[in-house]
């Protein structure tokens, strides 16, 4: 069992392009976060989705969306990337709203 | 705003020692309480869940208290090692917003 996986590892990107970071679980979890961590501002939750077909956003959701079209995968888009979205990107999942989180390796993200 | 805070930031203990982590947090109206586990580049290994009503949760070594009412919980790790060694952070879970809240850490190092 894999749990969760995230692509890709790390990423390089120009400032002003699109780019999507993927996340899959094969856990059968109904809740799913994104998460971005940086120095000194810790870990903070971007959107989430409770179930599959809904999204909710969190506490830095702006340049940034996501859907949830099956249980098992819930990517997030950059629309047009800023230098600011420069962090590391991780993914979590919960069995039910409020559970257990567990969380993918991690995108590490440059925009330059 | 729910603010979570870890002190200290870091420590260090030598093998064999008892570990104890603080974590406090402004808003006692939470549903849970997590603690997870960092090691450098890698993503959170979760460690224990301690549930809005229950005072604390036990696995192997680990010990984690809980005392909504002055808004602390404590991790307790017994007999250090040095795999033992990494980040530890806590969260409070609430219910508004489905929003997970992270302390900054303890980075914890155990020297053999």
């Known amino acids: 069992i894999a749990g969760i996986t995230q692509a890709p590892t790390s990423q390089i990107l120009a400032a002003g392009r699109r780019m999507t970071l993927r996340c899959t679980q094969d856990?059968?979890?109904?809740?799913m976060y994104w998460y971005r961590q940086d120095l000194g501002l810790g870990l903070r939750l971007i959107h989430y989705?409770?179930?599959?077909?809904?999204?909710g956003k969190g506490e830095v959701p702006d340049g940034y969306s996501v859907s949830r079209a099956n249980t098992d995968d819930f990517p997030l888009t950059l629309a047009s990337a800023v230098p600011s979205q420069t962090s590391v990107y991780f993914c979590?999942?919960?069995?039910?709203?409020?559970?257990?989180?567990?969380f993918g390796p991690g995108t590490r993200l440059t925009v330059l | 705003k729910q603010e979570v805070t870890q002190i200290p930031a870091a420590l260090s203990v030598p093998e064999g020692e008892n570990l104890v982590l603080n974590c406090s947090f402004t808003?006692?109206?939470?549903?849970?309480l997590q603690w997870f586990r960092q090691d450098p580049g890698k993503g959170l290994t979760s460690l224990l869940l301690?549930?809005?009503?229950?005072r604390e949760q036990t696995s192997g070594r680990l010990n984690a208290s809980l005392d909504k009412s002055s808004g602390r919980s404590t991790l307790y790790i017994a007999a250090s090692q040095p795999g033992d060694s990494a980040t530890y952070l806590c969260?409070?879970?609430?219910?508004?917003?489905?929003?997970?809240?992270f302390g900054g850490g303890t980075r914890v190092l155990v020297k053999p």
């Open positions: 989705s409770n179930t599959a077909g809904t999204t």
């Open positions: 969260a409070v879970f609430k219910a508004a917003g489905n929003k997970l809240t």
């Open positions: 856990m059968r979890h109904n809740a």
């Open positions: 808003d006692s109206a939470i549903y849970n």
């Open positions: 301690i549930q809005s009503s229950q």
């Open positions: 979590a999942s919960s069995s039910e709203y409020g559970d257990t989180q567990y």
